[in-house]
């Protein structure tokens, strides 16, 4: 049973007393190893489902995670990604798992990664 339930732009997050149990993007799990046709960045997951919906200021949001304004902002903003500490930061304040965030900037950078496999000068390995 969901108590938060927040859609905008195909992104959904469903929550519940014991946390996120639902997060996706246009019906996908971000949880999935399904690769997404290019993923939000987690920054504007953590804005548009987090903050906004809580009536939050940048300023309010990063003194509450115990990080700079700068350093919230540049997430929020697609500059930066989410690190290991800042993932366990949003899981305590957003009572979300670290995981979650994590998978999403992975899928987030490995879909961009993607983009350029065509020019990655690579050879394959092969045993002799």
């Given at each position: 049973m ?6 905008h732009k ?6 519940t007393?014991a946390?996120v ?12 190893p399904?690769?997404l046709?290019?993923p939000p960045?987690p920054?504007?997951v953590l804005r548009?489902?987090?903050i906004e919906?809580?009536g939050l ?12 304004r700068?350093?919230?902002s540049s ?6 990604g ?5 993932a366990?930061?949003?899981s305590?304040a957003?009572?979300t798992?670290a995981?979650?965030w994590l998978?999403?900037?992975l899928?987030?950078?490995?879909w961009?990664a993607e983009?350029?496999r065509?020019?990655?000068k690579?050879?394959?390995?092969t045993?002799a």
């Open positions: 969901s108590i938060l339930s927040f859609r195909g992104l959904k997050l469903a929550s007393a946390g149990v639902d997060v996706n993007y246009e019906g996908l799990p971000l949880m999935s399904t690769r046709h290019n960045h920054g504007e548009e489902l987090c919906p809580l200021t940048v300023t309010e949001a990063a003194d509450a995670l115990g990080v700079s700068n350093a919230l997430i929020l903003n697609g500059r930066a989410i690190s290991s500490e800042m366990v930061r949003l305590i957003f009572n798992t995981e979650s998978q999403q900037q899928q987030y950078d490995l961009h983009q350029s065509k020019r990655l690579v050879r394959k390995l045993a």
